[in-house]
C-alpha cells in the first residue's frame, strides 16, 4: 500500500507540473511570432500529461478498495495537491527560462516532430538562437484580480475532482462505483470554464493585444490563480484530516 500511496502523489503532482509547465509554450509563441505552434505544443503537452493517470486512477482506486482510513487518505490528497502546489509555484519563477527552452522547440521543430523537438531540446541546450525575453517589469500589482478568481474556481474543481469523488466512494463503499463516476462532474464544472473562458481569453490576447503587458497579465492570472487552488485545497484536505484525527 505505502507504494500505491507514492505512486498516487508523484503521478498527481507531475500531471499537474507538465500542464502548469505547457503554459510557458503559448508565451513563447507569442515573444517569437510562432502564436499557433505554441498553441498546438501547449495541447500536445497536456494531452501528454493524462498519461499519469494510468498510474494515478488505478493506485487511487485501489487504495479505496482496500478501505484505506480517512486519516491517510486526506494525507495522500494533501501531499498531492500541495507538491504541486510548490512546483507549480516555482515555475511561475522559472518562466522565462522555460518559454526558452520551448524556443529551443521550435527550432528543433523545423527538422522532426513534436516529441524528439521536446528531448532535444533537453539535451542540447546551447544552440544558436537569439533568444527573447519575457519583460522584466511583471508585479503583483498587474493581476487581475477577477480573472485570478475565475481561474482559482476553475481548478479548485479540476484538481479536486479525482479526491472528492473517490472519497465518497470510500465513505458510501456500497454505492463505490456510481460515486467514483462523480469526478466527470467536478471536472466538467472546471472544464468549461476553462474551455469557454480562460483559454479563449489567453490566446485572444496573444494573438490580437498589441501591449506586451497585456496578455503577459493574462498569463500570470491564470498561473496564480491555479496555484492558488492548489495550496487552497490542500490545506482543505489537511484540515479535514486533524479533524478526523481528533475524533
Not at 539535451?123 to 544558436?128: E, I, S
Request: charged share 10%; glycine share 2%.
Amino acid at each position: 500500500m505505502n507504494y500505491l500511496i507514492i505512486a498516487v502523489i508523484l503521478s498527481c503532482s507531475m500531471m499537474n507540473l507538465l500542464q502548469a509547465a505547457a503554459y510557458a509554450s503559448p508565451a513563447a509563441g507569442r515573444l517569437v511570432n510562432k502564436r499557433a505552434l505554441g498553441i498546438t505544443i501547449q495541447t500536445s503537452l497536456h494531452t501528454a500529461s493524462r498519461f499519469f493517470l494510468v498510474i494515478f486512477l488505478p493506485s487511487l482506486g485501489f487504495l479505496v478498495e482496500s478501505n484505506i482510513s480517512y486519516e491517510k487518505y486526506f494525507i495522500v490528497a494533501f501531499l498531492s495537491l500541495f507538491l504541486s502546489f510548490l512546483s507549480s509555484f516555482f515555475l511561475i519563477y522559472k518562466l522565462n527560462i522555460l518559454q526558452r527552452y520551448f524556443q529551443r522547440v521550435f527550432d528543433n521543430y523545423i527538422a522532426t516532430i513534436i516529441p524528439l523537438a521536446l528531448l532535444k531540446a533537453i539535451t542540447n541546450k546551447y544552440v544558436d538562437i537569439k533568444y527573447v525575453d519575457i519583460s522584466s517589469g511583471f508585479t503583483f500589482k498587474n493581476l487581475i484580480i477577477k480573472k485570478v478568481i475565475i481561474s482559482f474556481i476553475a481548478y479548485s474543481f479540476l484538481c479536486t475532482g479525482y479526491f472528492l469523488a473517490f472519497l465518497l466512494s470510500l465513505k458510501f463503499s456500497e454505492y463505490r462505483l456510481t460515486l467514483s463516476q462523480f469526478t466527470i462532474a467536478f471536472h466538467t464544472v472546471g472544464a468549461i470554464i476553462v474551455a469557454f473562458y480562460l483559454d479563449p481569453m489567453l490566446s485572444s490576447s496573444i494573438d490580437l493585444i498589441e501591449d506586451d503587458n497585456a496578455w503577459l497579465n493574462n498569463l500570470y492570472s491564470i498561473l496564480y490563480g491555479r496555484v492558488m487552488s492548489f495550496l487552497a485545497t490542500s490545506l482543505l484536505f489537511l484540515i479535514l484530516y486533524f479533524v478526523f484525527l481528533v475524533k
